[in-house]
């Protein structure tokens, strides 16, 4: 099913390793080249900044080229028509997209995840046309169909590709299918966080066979992403949706839930020893806390960031120490020295993101032009207004 071998996939995982160890100072650079023959493979990759355009560029070439074939068609075309042409269109660019990966050998290289992508939008944006003749601005339970199309051909992508965002994309719109099918709010949220915690079972089920390999660390980010998605799903001050549209035991019932899934996630990843899940408890914590004030009815102050703030920090310290009080600095397996350098290269590449998002936030205003004295003649002589 995988479009690359597993073979490939774990002399990447063991580069990333050397790269790790290099960094850390565990190897020299001269060793992990060394060994960095031993795990050579043939796919072709690239930096994160030069894949970002390439997938940015891909997606805007896909769709200008059929956002001109429209044009040129023209609006009034029959919809069935439009969205048959647009179907062949997604049949390309997925065949695009493999051809790349199985003959140019491109891995994580930003074209073929950018056909890939387009793809999936180009099956949803044909098959409205095809099956309900476009857009209906009152859709009703058939039109879901749509958003089951979108989240069956994302999850195909992840498993085809290992594209871990496509699971995302995948999870989005099964949160849109319930909508088609009851307009009670409590409903749809129930449907969603069911077939979230119906994934999450799957997934806990099938990681333990894969506890050495490289699909554990995807499995790793699916499952926080699925807790993520429970608690989002759960939590209602997360959106418009006010106590009175929902019934009192139900509301009540969110509330203990958003105090007892961080709780549950951080257990769950503190026990695998799972850094994206322990990162996704403490994340659901945090929002658990911004959003305990809105549950209760209280009011809020200009100074509850600050005590959040102050508490965070406080917790981390307390943890650090914590751990470093212990002998040789560790505790049940954990400590609070820093052992890969993917998290320096992590900041490092959040840090180059920020800086190119907002170039200009710490550049200096101008300065105020200085007062002119023009006008005047020698001597002082017929000084002007300016002066």
């Not at 003749?133 to 009703?140: A, D, F």
């Not at 040789?328 to 400590?335: A, D, I, L």
């Not at 052992?339 to 900041?347: F, V």
């Amino acid at each position: 099913m995988r479009a690359y071998t597993t073979e490939d996939e774990e002399r990447l995982r063991t580069q990333a390793f050397l790269r790790d160890w290099e960094g850390e100072g565990l190897i020299s650079g001269e060793q992990r080249r060394g060994m960095d023959r031993d795990v050579e493979c043939g796919l072709r990759r690239t930096n994160v900044f030069l894949r970002a355009v390439l997938f940015l560029f891909t997606l805007l070439s896909a769709g200008a080229g059929v956002g001109l074939f429209i044009v040129i068609a023209g609006r009034q075309a029959d919809p069935v028509v439009t969205g048959t042409v647009v179907l062949f269109f997604a049949a390309i660019a997925y065949g695009g997209a493999e051809y790349a990966v199985y003959e140019w050998k491109l891995y994580r290289y930003g074209i073929e995840e950018g056909l890939a992508a387009v793809s999936v939008v180009f099956l949803c944006w044909g098959l409205q046309g095809v099956a309900f003749s476009g857009y209906k601005p009152h859709p009703g339970p058939p039109q879901s169909l749509i958003p089951a199309t979108g989240a069956i051909a994302s999850f195909w992508i992840y498993r085809r590709f290992g594209f871990q965002y496509f699971f995302l994309a995948a999870m989005v719109s099964v949160a849109f299918i319930p909508g088609y099918w009851t307009e009670s709010n409590a409903a749809v949220r129930l449907i969603v966080a069911a077939v979230y915690a119906a994934g999450l079972g799957v997934v806990t089920l099938i990681r333990p066979d894969h506890r050495f390999d490289f699909l554990d660390d995807e499995y790793s980010v699916i499952e926080a992403l699925l807790w993520a998605g429970i608690y989002f799903a759960v939590n209602l001050k997360l959106s418009t949706l006010l106590p009175d549209l929902v019934p009192q035991p139900v509301y009540w019932t969110t509330f203990a839930l958003i105090w007892c899934l961080p709780a549950a996630t951080i257990r769950r990843g503190l026990s695998m020893k799972d850094k994206p899940v322990i990162l996704c408890g403490m994340v659901t914590a945090v929002v658990t806390l911004v959003t305990n004030k809105p549950y209760l009815g209280w009011e809020r102050h200009p100074w509850d960031p600050m005590l959040l703030g102050i508490l965070l920090t406080g917790v981390a310290i307390a943890v650090r120490r914590w751990l470093e009080n212990s002998p040789g600095g560790v505790r049940h397996g954990f400590t609070a020295q820093r052992l890969s350098g993917r998290d320096k290269r992590l900041m490092n590449t959040i840090s180059g993101a920020v800086g190119l998002a907002s170039p200009h936030t710490f550049t200096p205003a101008p300065a105020a032009p200085s007062a002119t004295f023009g006008g005047g003649s020698s001597a002082g002589g017929g000084a002007s207004s300016d002066y």
